[in-house]
């Protein structure tokens, strides 16, 4: 393969976020605790990846930021249809990483608790 060549891989995951408002009328995308963004590096208008764990659900949609430490999980316009209050969602990012770093790649995964609250930090 050429140096050039890359794989789109897991970059970070936000593991069993549990969705706290669901709001159809909102012009769209999933709003995240800014403490939770910070601990997976994510930013806001990044595209993300979810997996809806209660109901099997896979979406897609972009980031904003929600309050600092409210632990808010909220899910916007269309994708409000996708879950519900109280679901645990798996949420994702992906970035091409050259096929010759791939054999060290690590993802960041965050793990949440009761609350949205981080129970661990990983780099797996």
């Not at 679901?87 to 949205?116: H, Q």
């Amino acid at each position: 393969m050429s140096d050039t060549a890359s794989r789109v891989m897991l970059r970070a995951k936000l593991h069993r976020a549990t969705v706290t408002e669901a709001d159809l009328h909102y012009e769209g995308s999933c709003g995240i605790d800014e403490d939770l963004l910070d601990a997976a590096d994510m930013r806001e208008f990044e595209k993300i990846e979810l997996y809806n764990v209660n109901n099997g659900e896979r979406f897609s949609t972009y980031i904003i930021k929600a309050a600092r430490g409210s632990g808010a999980i909220s899910l916007n316009g269309a994708a409000a249809r996708k879950a519900h209050v109280g679901d645990l969602l798996i949420i994702c990012t992906y970035s091409p990483v050259a096929d010759s770093a791939v054999p060290g790649w690590k993802p960041r995964v965050v793990l949440l608790g009761e609350g949205n609250r981080i129970t661990e930090i990983k780099k797996t």
